[in-house]
């Protein structure tokens, strides 16, 4: 209950956000990169040709500026020690609130081309941060960030494996198809990004609310700053520019890159209170006024900038300050800058860059007093504890950068990948949804799209006994509905006299089970209905008859006996029935394009989607060593995948050919070893895997028109005699040889030609007639041979209940060589988990004795259990076992109550 709830949150979560989230990540992936980007497509401005000369030094290009406009102010200068690096100098303009960046050519002073691109960067770093729409667009992006860390958490919890490897976690399968493989990129590229997403969201909330800033100041022990009591400056005339918008490391330096930017109007202090970065870098151009004492009342609209400074005082502090840096820093840099002073107090406050700084970011910042010729409070980035490093560097950690470049660009890709899973999330929400509402539709009688007013209904009855043919009765009534005609569906025990009295059209998709019999539920119908008469010449129907040629004397012969009933009763025939041979896509088919063309709509294909996922082959046991049967295995596989399955479910193979099989083949068609199938772009070897090869060829051209000529090889049925959370799939196959010695395509496949370790092709089938019910009524479980699979499953699953009242009646030839699982079933005796167990082994003795004898020999413990409302299951041969244990149980309990056991779900079948 607690992963379906997270399940339904996780989704409903991730439609609704998962378009912001994508938003979000492909905009600050693009961000992210914003100063390489902007100095790739403005090399002009960032990069000018060396000169054999040193490069102007602050207090020129100062004096060079005053000559050229008086009206000039000028906040800071920067100079790279790169020859080919361009120099900056930040100028107060008017709508610039931290000035404007001028790109200056360090030789000649002559100005740059601005910088193109800046106002793109401004409209992705405002669609990243609020969607353009201001505080609110804040909230949104916000709660979507915290729905982000939710995704991360949960999405982990929901995909946990039974068994953890690193393939498991990390490795994509390409192999499935469909919804699998949607699920598994989903899943996995998820795993892969986990890292990253909760950092990005962890340290983007630090810039949506107060709580969480503040809290993880708390966190990682850092002194929160407060608020400076301070008049905002005008804009343009604050030094902000200087050191904290400039990019000593020669990034971008024609707009901010600060997360700590407040928005329009806000004072400078407020935002310097909530962003401790922000404030380091204000503090590298204004000076902390508590630590030296300095005035920072001016309010806006004075100027104070350097008034304090004639234009030769300013070039001779400019020439004393660079001269003695240079002379006396300690330090190497990359970028030097300097603010030019406001009063003249014979300080100068200055910033630099490592050479190879830790990311843009990590500035240091020292004073340079030119009165006494010294430089002072040097505070090196690199001297601050992580914590420190962390809280005053968010953006960076934000981005990336802070972890290096390899790191920064992992994070740009986990950023770029975010549509993908908003995108696999939907196709897979609109798959389950579309699926969901048709049946749902079809199941109530109306239909999920319009209707056509002017159609005359379907009624589409099935008869299936593992689900073959009800998944292709909804199919037909989804292709049915998609042309906007009504549709009803039903089984065929719900049927009744008044709906094929009433019907106008009806299609029976009918199963033959066994050796030609109804299948289970359908008995009652073949009974009392096919043996009635009634007057349905207003009727049109059609037949589409499910069945196995492996079984010719029994061929489809329900369908038959439905069409031929119908027949008989003067309903019309739309077409001749249709056979269906083991659910081949081409019967099937043939069944969709005749009802188009007889119905005259435009029905889409059809087909019954047999999605093979990918499975390893982990161990093969021999069951019966020395029997006098067919040797039985044990066979174990484990799942690639995240795989699901209940108690009484099937196992269906896609069976491959030997080496040798395949080898045999190309010799006798003359086709050398290795022969690309260029289509397929593999060796043709590979691609015979899986075909019939002992059909009759033409001459082929080439390896496709060979390969068209071939049918893929029928599929396998076994019952699973596991439950997941064994965390391993289990069968049990007996060896099946034809009239030559040749081992079967199943059987032989999976006891002697796919080796330990080979990749099995296998999906899971829902056959809900045999699931176990979900309560502690009492089960008798009656089978034999192999048939012990479908059984061992259910019992499983009891024990892992608690549930005790089990029966297990199981039969086979000797005890000493073909009693299955014997260890595991003698220790659920002895713990009293399998109440009564017992056994028929029918060459232990002279007169053989099978399951129905001990059914009969019980019959009073039989009529005991099922009066306390037990339910019978029965697994294993139809031929004999099967047929005998239901002929005695209606001896003993009566045929019509056998019957009403039927209908009611309590016997059910997994015979063969």
């Given at each position: 209950m607690l992963k379906k709830t997270f399940f339904q949150i996780h989704w409903f979560m991730g439609i609704t956000a998962g378009l912001i989230l994508s938003i979000m990540?492909?905009?600050?992936?693009?961000?992210?990169?914003?100063?390489?980007?902007?100095?790739?497509?403005?090399?002009?401005?960032?990069?000018?040709?060396?000169?054999?000369?040193?490069?102007?030094?602050?207090?020129?290009?100062?004096?060079?500026?005053?000559?050229?406009?008086?009206?000039?102010?000028?906040?800071?200068?920067?100079?790279?020690?790169?020859?080919?690096?361009?120099?900056?100098?930040?100028?107060?303009?008017?709508?610039?609130?931290?000035?404007?960046?001028?790109?200056?050519?360090?030789?000649?002073?002559?100005?740059?081309?601005?910088?193109?691109?800046?106002?793109?960067?401004?409209?992705?770093?405002?669609?990243?941060r609020n969607l353009t729409v201001g505080p609110v667009g804040k909230q949104i992006t916000g709660a979507c960030t915290l729905m982000l860390i939710f995704f991360v958490l949960s999405g982990l919890y929901l995909r946990w494996p039974k068994k953890h490897s690193l393939k498991q976690w990390f490795m994509v399968k390409p192999q499935l198809k469909g919804r699998n493989f949607l699920w598994d990129l989903h899943a996995v590229v998820g795993t892969w990004v986990v890292i990253f997403y909760l950092l990005l969201a962890c340290t983007g909330l630090y810039w949506s609310y107060d709580w969480w800033r503040s809290g993880m100041f708390k966190v990682l022990g850092v002194e929160q700053p407060k608020p400076e009591m301070q008049g905002g400056k005008p804009e343009?005339?604050?030094?902000?520019?200087?050191?904290?918008?400039?990019?000593?490391?020669?990034?971008?330096?024609?707009r901010p890159h600060e997360e700590g930017r407040p928005t329009e109007g806000r004072d400078q202090s407020e935002a310097n209170a909530r962003n401790p970065e922000a404030r380091q870098s204000w503090d590298a151009t204004k000076g902390d006024s508590e630590r030296r004492g300095r005035t920072e009342g001016e309010g806006r609209g004075t100027q104070p900038h350097a008034a304090s400074f004639s234009p030769e005082q300013m070039q001779t502090v400019l020439t004393q300050t660079w001269t003695g840096v240079?002379?006396?820093?300690?330090?190497?840099?990359?970028?030097?800058?300097?603010?030019?002073?406001?009063?003249?107090?014979?300080?100068?406050e200055l910033s630099f860059v490592d050479p190879i700084p830790q990311h843009e970011r990590a500035r240091n910042k020292a004073v340079y007093d030119y009165q006494a010729a010294k430089v002072q409070d040097v505070e090196l980035y690199?001297?601050?504890?992580?914590?420190?490093?962390?809280?005053?560097?968010?953006?960076?950690?934000?981005?990336?950068?802070f972890f290096g470049?390899?790191?920064?660009?992992?994070?740009?890709?986990?950023?770029?990948a975010m549509p993908l899973f908003f995108v696999t999330g939907w196709m897979l929400y609109l798959k389950r949804r579309k699926q969901k509402k048709l049946t749902q539709a079809a199941r109530l009688g109306n239909s999920a799209v319009s209707i056509d007013p002017n159609a005359k209904p379907w009624l589409i009855v099935y008869a299936s006994q593992t689900g073959v043919a009800e998944q292709l009765a909804w199919r037909t009534a989804t292709s049915l509905q998609e042309a906007h005609q009504p549709v009803t569906v039903k089984t065929i025990q719900q049927l009744a006299l008044d709906d094929l009295k009433t019907a106008p059209q009806v299609l029976f998709v009918a199963s033959t089970y066994g050796t030609g019999d109804a299948p289970d539920l359908a008995s009652g119908f073949a009974k009392k209905m096919l043996n009635s008469t009634l007057d349905l010449s207003h009727l049109h129907f059609a037949v589409l008859a499910l069945g196995s040629k492996e079984y010719p004397d029994s061929y489809c012969s329900f369908g038959h006996a439905i069409a031929a009933w119908l027949k008989q009763n003067q309903a019309q025939a739309l077409f001749e029935t249709i056979e269906v041979d083991n659910a081949n896509p081409a019967d099937v088919q043939r069944w969709n394009t005749a009802l188009a063309k007889v119905s005259k709509l435009d029905l889409q294909a059809m087909h019954i989607d047999k999605t093979f996922d990918s499975w390893t082959l982990i161990k093969r046991e021999l069951l019966n060593p020395a029997s006098l049967g067919a040797p039985a295995f044990n066979i174990e596989l484990q799942a690639k995948h995240e795989a699901h399955w209940q108690a009484g479910d099937i196992a269906e193979i896609q069976p491959g050919n030997s080496t040798a099989r395949i080898q045999a083949f190309m010799a006798q068609h003359q086709i050398a070893a290795n022969t690309a199938v260029e289509s397929l772009g593999m060796p043709i070897e590979q691609a015979l895997w899986n075909k019939q090869l002992n059909t009759e060829i033409e001459p082929f051209a080439n390896m496709e028109?060979?390969?068209?000529?071939?049918?893929?090889?029928p599929s396998r049925e076994y019952s699973i005699a596991s439950i997941p959370a064994q965390q391993k799939l289990r069968l049990v196959v007996r060896q099946q040889s034809n009239q030559t010695g040749e081992l079967g395509l199943g059987s032989g496949w999976l006891t002697a030609h796919a080796v330990l370790g080979q990749e099995i092709a296998l999906r899971i089938r829902n056959n809900e007639s045999f699931h176990l019910i979900d309560d502690n009524r009492p089960i008798i479980c009656i089978g034999n041979g192999t048939g012990i699979a479908g059984l061992m499953s259910l019992l499983h699953a009891r024990v892992r209940s608690d549930y005790t009242q089990n029966w297990l009646i199981f039969g086979e030839r000797q005890r000493e060589h073909d009693y299955f699982y014997q260890t595991t079933i003698e220790a659920w005796q002895t713990t009293g988990m399998l109440e009564r167990l017992d056994?028929?082994?029918?060459?232990?003795?002279?007169?053989?004795?099978?399951?129905h004898h001990v059914l009969r020999n019980q019959a009073a413990e039989l009529v005991a259990w099922m009066n306390r409302g037990a339910v019978i299951y029965v697994c294993g041969s139809i031929q004999g076992m099967a047929s005998d244990v239901d002929q005695a149980l209606n001896d003993i309990l009566g045929e019509n109550t056998v019957e009403q056991l039927r209908q009611e779900g309590r016997y059910r079948r997994d015979v063969y």
């Open positions: 990540g492909v905009t600050g992936a693009i961000y992210s990169y914003e100063q390489q980007i902007l100095k790739w497509i403005n090399t002009d401005s960032y990069v000018v040709h060396a000169e054999n000369r040193d490069k102007l030094s602050p207090a020129e290009l100062y004096t060079h500026f005053q000559q050229v406009d008086p009206n000039i102010q000028i906040n800071s200068i920067t100079i790279a020690k790169d020859p080919t690096a361009s120099s900056t100098v930040n100028i107060v303009k008017e709508g610039a609130r931290r000035g404007y960046n001028m790109m200056v050519n360090p030789y000649s002073a002559e100005v740059l081309p601005e910088i193109k691109g800046q106002g793109f960067f401004q409209f992705v770093q405002q669609l990243h343009g005339q604050g030094p902000r520019g200087a050191s904290g918008e400039q990019r000593g490391e020669h990034g971008p330096q024609g240079q002379a006396k820093l300690g330090h190497d840099y990359s970028t030097l800058t300097l603010n030019l002073p406001k009063k003249a107090d014979g300080k100068v690199e001297d601050k504890k992580l914590n420190e490093k962390i809280m005053s560097s968010m953006l960076p950690v934000h981005r990336g950068s470049p390899i790191y920064q660009f992992f994070a740009m890709l986990a950023a770029l028109h060979l390969l068209e000529q071939l049918h893929t090889l056994l028929a082994f029918s060459r232990d003795q002279a007169e053989k004795v099978y399951v």
